[in-house]
């Protein structure tokens, strides 16, 4: 079996931690380079609940996407809910490592992940220079609802769902996708020539004017929702690692949903 290092080792190569944005916080939190490693768990999110998942399933390591602590701190104490999640997994031999940045712009990275989730094909990154999201193709057009709806099957489910803006009636053959908050990318987006773009956490003012300039259709998925496809890519990646070092892991891919919101209702009074 292999140790932890060597396993870190191994998932650097996939997501160069130098890749990362500046702003980001990758890399391992905790755990002896000396361990073994023996069961990994992917996941989106470093919370409570991934780590009692962890320690049912009896993993070594927790790969996450989100990082635990994208900004300093003083403290690790238990009374907050950082440093509950990092005493927990100390005290039952699990490390967790981050693979944030470095992996949205990785090849593959999160957005070929949520591509393939919904049959696409990608033809190319949707920013050039540091291989941000991807641009694709559908096999044959279809309209903005059908897009929609297919996003709404292939994703997991979640209490927003899917929101939409545009014709829904409006032809999509090409489309961008970016996993994660994308709505900082709509100038690029409009200048792909996209028919449209799934993302997430798209925002009022932002979504507005994109609609106004373009006929670009806007697909708004949960954040969760389109990050959590990677840690199944990611889960392979380490799949076909462990079997060429015959290194013989077990490797999982939670499927708690840890998306923040519980519940949603439609809003407005009747007319």
């Known amino acids: 079996m292999p140790r932890l290092s060597e396993v870190i080792a191994a998932l650097d190569a996939l997501w160069p931690p130098e890749r990362a944005e500046e702003w980001d916080a990758v890399g391992t939190?905790?755990?002896?380079?000396?361990?073994?490693?023996?069961?990994?768990?992917?996941?989106?999110?470093?919370v409570q609940e991934i780590a009692a998942e962890a320690i049912g399933l009896?993993?070594?390591?927790?790969?996450?996407?989100?990082?635990?602590?994208?900004?300093?701190?003083?403290?690790?104490?238990?009374?907050?809910?950082?440093?509950?999640?990092?005493?927990?997994?100390?005290?039952?031999?699990?490390?967790?490592?981050?693979?944030?940045?470095?992996?949205?712009t990785a090849d593959p990275g999160v957005s070929d992940a949520l591509a393939g989730a919904l049959d696409l094909r990608v033809t190319g990154p949707l920013v050039p220079e540091n291989g941000l999201g991807r641009i694709c193709e559908l096999d044959h057009p279809v309209t903005l609802r059908e897009f929609a709806a297919r996003a709404a099957r292939r994703l997991p489910a979640t209490a927003q769902g899917i929101r939409v803006a545009g014709d829904l009636d409006a032809t999509v053959r090409r489309v961008a996708v970016s996993g994660g908050s994308g709505d900082s990318l709509f100038d690029v987006v409009r200048a792909s020539g996209v028919d449209a773009y799934l993302t997430a956490d798209l925002r009022h003012h932002p979504a507005s004017e994109a609609i106004q300039q373009s006929p670009l259709g806007l697909?708004?998925?949960?954040?969760?929702?389109?990050?959590?496809?990677?840690?199944?890519?990611?889960?392979?990646?380490?799949?076909?690692?462990?079997?060429?070092?015959?290194?013989?892991?077990?490797?999982?891919?939670?499927?708690?949903?840890?998306?923040?919101?519980?519940?949603?209702?439609t809003s407005g009074a009747p007319n």
Do not use: M
């Open 29 to 46: 939190v905790c755990g002896d380079p000396g361990a073994d490693v023996t069961r990994v768990l992917f996941a989106v999110d470093p």
């Open 219 to 265: 697909v708004d998925a949960a954040h969760w929702a389109t990050e959590w496809p990677w840690c199944e890519q990611a889960a392979a990646q380490l799949d076909e690692i462990s079997d060429r070092h015959g290194w013989g892991l077990r490797v999982h891919v939670s499927k708690t949903v840890t998306d923040p919101w519980s519940s949603h209702h």
């Open 58 to 104: 009896g993993a070594d390591l927790i790969v996450t996407h989100h990082p635990l602590y994208l900004r300093g701190t003083t403290t690790v104490a238990a009374s907050h809910f950082k440093g509950r999640v990092v005493h927990t997994l100390i005290k039952h031999d699990i490390a967790l490592h981050v693979a944030h940045t470095n992996a949205d």
